[in-house]
């Protein structure tokens, strides 16, 4: 009986060590963040956030060519096309939780190239931060409108020698949103899969799901759009570990 005992007191320090695993688990995984996007056909794309710490660290609206570089050049590293694509993922940077919106990409650089142009209008939480970059030509405006914030630009570069950025900084979970996207001249974007929706796992960054611009049904500009929302579900790889951490600590209850 004593033995039983001695055996049971020995066990609970495993017990709380495996649920106190499980918990600092399940919090790194949530603590990276995620997100849901709901395109205009009704597709739900759930992503999860990556990291780019070091960009977006000056105050100000200013999205650096210098950090425009560093992320182009770390998703072109993982094979994520990017010259002739708009990225929009999720990642923690400097300036908290934000969404990243790449439009273009250098890969193979070249003295000139066929100029593409593209809108983008999101209606973000008042709360937002924002940065842009659109010295390859273009505009850019922010105009608060109540509790949300209008960020609406107009992106205009050539293909293989210069690219544009957009972001909506410092998000929470439970902020929601859109993104509204429009072809003015299609350039070098690709004709089809031209938008890509970009999650994380283990530091690698892959492809979720792709789209291309939509024809309007008025006769405008081809588009696309999708609602956001900031999520705290893991990703399905974030999932599995949690789910294998708790079967080993029932495991160790039998």
Do not use: C
Not at 59 to 81: K, W
Not at 92 to 103: C, D, F, Q, S
Request: glycine share 12%.
């Amino acid at each position: 009986m004593r033995k039983k005992e001695e055996g049971n007191s020995m066990s609970a320090p495993r017990h709380w060590f495996a649920g106190a695993t499980i918990a600092l688990t399940s919090s790194s995984l949530l603590a990276a963040g995620s997100a849901q996007f709901v395109a205009w056909n009704g597709t739900e794309v759930n992503i999860a956030s990556g990291e780019f710490v070091d960009i977006l660290e000056n105050s100000g609206n200013a999205f650096s060519l210098d950090d425009m570089n560093r992320v182009n050049e770390e998703l072109q590293s993982q094979g994520i096309s990017t010259q002739d694509k708009i990225n929009v993922f999720l990642t923690e940077t400097a300036a908290g939780l934000t969404i990243v919106t790449m439009l273009g990409g250098v890969e193979t650089p070249d003295s000139s190239g066929p100029t593409t142009a593209v809108s983008t209008t999101a209606f973000v939480p008042g709360t937002a931060g924002w940065q842009y970059n659109a010295d390859a030509g273009g505009s850019f405006d922010a105009v608060p409108l109540g509790d949300t914030t209008v960020l609406s630009g107009l992106f205009q570069w050539e293909s293989g020698v210069n690219s544009a950025a957009m972001a909506a900084s410092n998000l929470a979970v439970g902020d929601t949103g859109s993104y509204q996207f429009n072809e003015f001249q299609q350039g070098g974007l690709s004709t089809n899969n031209t938008i890509q929706l970009l999650t994380s796992e283990g530091g690698v960054w892959s492809v979720a799901q792709s789209f291309d611009f939509d024809p309007a049904e008025d006769g405008g500009l081809d588009f696309q759009y999708f609602d956001f929302a900031i999520t705290d579900i893991p990703a399905p790889g974030g999932l599995v570990i949690m789910m294998f951490a708790a079967n080993g600590l029932r495991r160790r209850r039998r």
